[in-house]
């Protein structure tokens, strides 16, 4: 069973636009969030960390944590050409070594 | 600042040879290392990890085998490659501690004919 489950698959927003992306756990342990954005033929780069419930903001991106439903979301507003890639959610817990991803979220901002 | 270097970036091999994709990591002492697998579009699978030098820990069985010889480079190797072997390999380091970033290389392009 997949422990990271991110939504939509794909994703189609205006340029201009606010792109959502979700993402829910079901492990209680995972206490660390993080979003990495991948372009075609790179590695993943990291995003935002976010850790304790809420809003944190960077720039264009805003991620949220509500670790009582398990949801960590991502908002891409002024969505840009260069903001197509794939996009993963990825989740640790407390004494864990190994970061689960999820399946990946694609989107794509169209001119 | 770190920089992470991985080599080749692509090659196209036979069924039943050999393969070696190699990883350095610069500007950080002892990183924790990692090599991960992902098929075109897909999600990341973690293959290996290694918190010391000569010290490796496999996650899934792929029939791949990774080294540690020194403590800013990892090797991920096998003797004979698979047709399923195709896809994108990723090195990656991480910093001890829960909250620490997990950083990727670029990746090296794997296809296997």
């Known amino acids: 069973q997949q422990k990271v489950q991110q939504s939509p698959e794909s994703l189609s927003v205006p340029e201009g636009g606010m792109a959502s992306l979700n993402c829910t756990s079901s492990?209680?342990?995972?206490?660390y969030f993080w979003w990495y954005r991948q372009h075609s033929g790179e590695g993943p780069k990291a995003l935002m960390?976010?850790?304790?419930?809420g809003d944190k903001k960077e720039g264009r991106f805003t991620a949220h944590l509500n670790k009582a439903s398990l949801h960590v979301s991502l908002h891409i507003r002024d969505s840009q050409p260069s903001d197509s890639a794939l996009y993963f959610c990825?989740?640790?817990?407390?004494?864990?070594?190994?970061?689960?991803f999820g399946q990946g979220t694609k989107l794509s901002i169209k001119p | 600042a770190q920089t992470i270097h991985q080599w080749p970036v692509a090659e196209i091999k036979a069924v039943g040879s050999p393969l070696s994709l190699g990883c350095t990591i610069k500007?950080?002492?002892?990183?924790?290392l990692y090599w991960y697998w992902q098929a075109t579009g897909g999600t990341l699978q973690q293959l290996f990890y290694?918190?010391?030098?000569?010290?490796v820990e496999s996650v899934v069985q792929l029939n791949l085998s990774a080294s540690r010889p020194k403590d800013d480079q990892f090797i991920l190797s096998t003797e004979k490659l698979l047709l399923s072997h195709s896809g994108f390999y990723l090195c990656a380091w991480r910093g001890t501690g829960a909250g620490n970033t997990l950083y990727f290389g670029e990746g090296s392009r794997l296809i296997v004919v």
């Open positions: 960390s976010i850790f304790s419930d």
């Open positions: 990825a989740a640790l817990g407390y004494n864990q070594g190994k970061l689960i």
């Open positions: 492990d209680r342990n995972f206490q």
């Open positions: 290694s918190i010391t030098v000569g010290q």
């Open positions: 500007g950080k002492s002892s990183p924790n």
